[in-house]
């Protein structure tokens, strides 16, 4: 089983529509999540840090299920400069970092 | 704020050539790694350093590839002798010890023909 799994997609949006995506993780001992964002041909950023309770921000929320293992991410009224690729990135021992394929999504307008 | 610097951008070479790529992370970064991208995949972890020490190399193909950071700040890649499927964006990341933010150079394209 892969460290990280994503349905790459691409998921296509119709421009303010609402996507939701999850992204699993093998190792129960994982300690921190994050989503990063790469753009064609460009390095990944940090879009946001995923905390136990849920976090939000602007549109996008970001959500924790340490039971099953998941993390999702919901971006609400989709905009064009949405169109990116989206890793799930866990944090093990050591600083270890593991990236997932990413889910692309592709807003349309 | 300077970023973590990659050189070089492109790189074109026939198999069986070797390359090198440099990495000067962040100032005061002491975690440095090094990630593959092959074009439709996440960038997968090559090696990780925490100063100028290997903390994982596990998926680092040692029989061509290797890493070094001699005085725990730059660092730099080689291959030698490349093949056609190591053809990829060659990503250089930093972050703090106990940072949780990494940062990515700009990486280095690699085209083995």
């Given at each position: 089983?892969?460290?990280?799994e994503?349905?790459?997609?691409?998921?296509?949006?119709?421009?303010?529509?609402?996507?939701?995506f999850?992204?699993?993780?093998s190792?129960?001992?994982?300690?921190?999540?994050?989503?990063?964002?790469?753009?064609?041909?460009?390095?990944?950023?940090?879009?946001?840090?995923?905390?136990?309770?849920?976090n939000?921000?602007?549109?996008?929320?970001?959500?924790l299920?340490?039971?099953?293992?998941?993390?999702?991410?919901?971006?609400?009224?989709?905009?064009?400069?949405d169109?990116?690729?989206?890793?799930?990135?866990?944090?093990?021992?050591?600083?270890?970092?593991?990236?997932?394929?990413?889910?692309?999504?592709?807003?349309?307008? | 704020?300077?970023?973590?610097?990659?050189?070089?951008?492109?790189?074109?070479?026939?198999?069986?050539?070797?390359?090198?790529?440099?990495?000067?992370?962040?100032?005061?970064?002491?975690?440095?790694?090094?990630?593959?991208?092959?074009?439709?995949?996440?960038?997968?972890?090559?090696?990780?350093f925490?100063?100028?020490?290997?903390?994982?190399?596990?998926?680092?193909?040692?029989?061509?590839?290797?890493?070094?950071?001699?005085?725990?700040?730059?660092?730099?890649?080689?291959?030698?002798?490349?093949?056609?499927?190591?053809?990829?964006?060659?990503?250089?990341?930093?972050?703090?010890?106990?940072?949780?933010?990494?940062?990515?150079?700009?990486?280095?394209?690699?085209?083995?023909?």
């Amino acid at each position: 089983r892969k460290e990280v799994e994503q349905d790459p997609g691409p998921f296509n949006v119709p421009e303010g529509a609402t996507v939701a995506f999850n992204c699993t993780y093998s190792n129960s001992a994982s300690q921190s999540f994050f989503w990063y964002r790469q753009d064609c041909r460009k390095e990944p950023k940090l879009l946001m840090s995923v905390y136990s309770s849920g976090n939000e921000d602007g549109r996008f929320t970001a959500q924790l299920n340490r039971a099953s293992q998941y993390i999702s991410l919901l971006i609400r009224d989709s905009k064009l400069s949405d169109s990116a690729t989206y890793l799930c990135v866990v944090k093990n021992g050591n600083n270890r970092l593991a990236f997932g394929k990413g889910n692309q999504v592709v807003v349309i307008p | 704020e300077a970023g973590v610097a990659q050189s070089p951008r492109y790189k074109i070479i026939e198999k069986r050539q070797s390359v090198a790529f440099w990495c000067n992370p962040i100032s005061g970064h002491a975690t440095l790694y090094w990630y593959q991208q092959i074009l439709g995949q996440g960038p997968k972890l090559l090696i990780q350093f925490q100063n100028n020490g290997v903390v994982d190399d596990s998926q680092l193909p040692k029989d061509r590839f290797s890493a070094e950071r001699l005085k725990g700040v730059d660092s730099t890649l080689k291959i030698q002798p490349a093949k056609l499927e190591d053809s990829a964006v060659y990503l250089c990341a930093s972050m703090l010890r106990r940072g949780e933010k990494l940062f990515f150079g700009s990486g280095t394209q690699l085209s083995v023909l």
